[in-house]
């Protein structure tokens, strides 16, 4: 008798829905003096649950120095996660910049120019 196909679940979906909006909440905290908007645009957790790349949006800011003070800060935004996340294993963060807004805003920049040139 074959065997039943094991039930697709979506948790590593959820986790990466329940991280998403986790660590936004803490990283506001460390960079809501700086300049710009920044977001959380994307985690991806691995299958084990024991790493997350944590994707950051930043519009308007400077990327450097709002990379580094969230790398500055990591253990604490780690320990806080700890404490607000009910996990047997919590993923360890990495932090990655998400360059995909400034590339949208540079394709409209040019699509702009585009139609300036051919108004003239």
Not at 39 to 48: F, G, H, L, Q
Not at 88 to 114: G, S
Request: aromatic letters at 6%; charged letters at 30%.
């Amino acid at each position: 008798m074959p065997r039943p196909e094991p039930k697709k679940t979506n948790r590593i979906d959820k986790v990466n829905a329940l991280l998403q909006q986790q660590v936004g909440e803490i990283i506001h905290a460390y960079v809501s003096d700086e300049a710009g908007l920044v977001t959380i645009s994307k985690a991806e957790c691995s299958r084990d649950l024991r790493w997350a790349k944590i994707w950051v949006s930043i519009v308007g800011g400077d990327d450097d120095k709002i990379l580094q003070i969230i790398h500055d800060n990591l253990y604490d935004i780690q320990g806080q996660l700890n404490r607000y996340m009910s996990m047997k294993m919590v993923p360890r963060l990495q932090f990655f910049l998400d360059t995909t807004p400034r590339y949208a805003q540079h394709i409209d920049e040019l699509i702009n120019q585009i139609h300036e040139e051919d108004d003239k």
